[in-house]
């Protein structure tokens, strides 16, 4: 039986901010709870947001049996319970582990892995990413250094279509169309070509190397060390790669994507004897009967946009379910107004909020936009996209809408508490479809 959770304090940084190692990980994980205003909260790591019907259908007891009966999905493909009632840790640790959702105690944390959710089912891959994934989770369960991972660090696994390439992960596994694989380390345009069967290793050896890069400045991510730490993080992976018998070349450098562009909701194409059907989830929240729904149909993999891709479904259920699906409330085609509508937990989950975003942010949904737009209870936008996106943001005058892009805002306006003038000022800045 792994060990019972315990609570943990928020953290008190903003995300992205440059931190120190001066305290512990706060992280939540499965068996580490979060305290939130609206109970303890646990973050469970699903790598490449692969669930097996049996997995999932564990997570939906967990929600019923110990949360508010809701399943959350995060921006990192993961999924948190929420309102979780006092001393069930050692329940719900036990209920996971058997479902094969806990391979390992110690790096439960660590397991932060996100993948392209259409890899090998409609061709437009150069890779499919399904044995990195495999490879990948096994290797860092199995190494004892990366135990000292913090729960923000992120790996990435592309196909080479370019849509979690986009996420800004600390590293990022990419296809190439010659069949090997691309490397990039952090924020910059560098890659190193590494052969695709050693793509998983070479990925575990360069968050190795970080770790020890970081041991003088405390950095959490790649993003976080020091200039010239940064700077030689490559050569040293190099080396080290080197040492490993991984035969690693310059790759041809290439832009990381502005845009992680999340899967269009409806039938996924491609030649396959089983279909396959992406779903978005307004908000990224799934009351028990929506989420029996989609995990009675086959395999699930959860997207770093809050959405589902369902795999494996007979071609006799696939317009049904669709048809089902659609009258529950969930987006199974274009022309959703809740199409490209993101929120934080926002008020009462969220102490720190200044608003209850979800219900301001249904009350303002409106014709689909050309643009994203995601709303924040403060000054954290935690789960924000990346990209462009339209930014609004609960102050204590009001929302605050702009527009972001490439990590800059422009065309800053408040709009007071009129609900009909935050509908139409939003509608305008996401702009219309043409």
């Known amino acids: ?44 790591r699903i790598p490449g947001g692969v669930l097996t019907p049996r997995q999932a259908e564990a997570l939906g007891q967990a929600a019923e ?59 437009l891959g150069t890779a499919d990413v399904r044995p990195w994934l495999i490879a990948l989770d096994r290797l860092l369960c199995g190494s004892d250094n990366a135990t000292a991972l913090s729960g923000r660090f992120l790996f990435a696994l592309d196909d080479g279509r370019g849509d979690v390439d986009a996420l800004g992960a600390d590293l990022t596994l990419r296809g190439h169309d010659d069949g090997s694989a691309l490397l990039r380390i952090g924020g910059g345009d560098a890659v190193l070509r590494v052969p695709s069967g050693d793509g998983p290793r070479a990925a575990l050896t360069a968050a190795e190397t970080f770790l020890d890069s970081a041991r003088d400045s405390g950095a959490w991510r790649i993003k976080d060390l020091p200039d010239a730490t940064a700077a030689a993080l490559p050569a040293e992976v190099v080396r080290r ?92 085609g274009p022309g959703s107004p809740w199409a490209g509508v993101g929120a934080c937990i926002g008020q009462p989950g969220c102490a720190k909020s200044l608003a209850d975003v979800r219900t301001d942010a249904g009350a303002a949904v409106g014709p689909p936009g050309r643009l994203p737009v995601y709303w924040s209870g403060c000054e954290r936008r935690c789960g924000h996209p990346r990209g462009e996106w339209i930014d609004v943001v609960a102050t204590r005058d009001g929302y605050r809408i702009s527009h972001v892009r490439e990590d800059r805002s422009t065309g800053e306006a408040t709009v007071r508490d009129d609900p009909a003038a935050l509908a139409g000022a939003v509608a305008s800045a996401r702009g219309t479809h043409t």
């Open 241 to 332: 790669l080197g040492q490993a018998g991984i035969d690693v070349t310059p790759g041809t450098a290439r832009p990381r994507p502005l845009e992680a562009l999340p899967p269009a909701p409806g039938p996924v194409p491609g030649d396959r004897s089983e279909a396959a059907l992406s779903v978005g989830v307004p908000l990224g929240r799934l009351d028990l009967d929506r989420w029996r729904l989609l995990s009675s149909a086959g395999e699930l993999r959860l997207t770093p946009w809050r959405g589902v891709v369902v795999t494996g479904i007979g071609p006799d259920r696939a317009e049904g379910l669709r048809d089902g699906l659609s009258e529950a409330g969930l987006i199974t």
């Open 65 to 123: 049996r110990f949360g508010d009966g809701e399943l959350h999905l995060t921006s990192r493909g993961n999924v948190q319970l929420r309102g979780l009632i006092p001393d069930c840790g050692a329940e719900l640790a036990g209920l996971l582990e058997a479902a094969g959702l806990l391979p390992s105690e110690r790096h439960e944390r660590v397991r932060n892995v996100v993948a392209s959710p259409l890899s090998g089912l409609d061709g």
């Open 1 to 44: 039986m792994l060990a019972a959770m315990s609570a943990s304090p928020p953290p008190s940084r903003s995300p992205g901010d440059a931190c120190a190692r001066s305290s512990g990980d706060a992280c939540p994980g499965a068996l580490r709870l979060h305290r939130a205003d609206d109970g303890a909260l646990a973050r469970i």
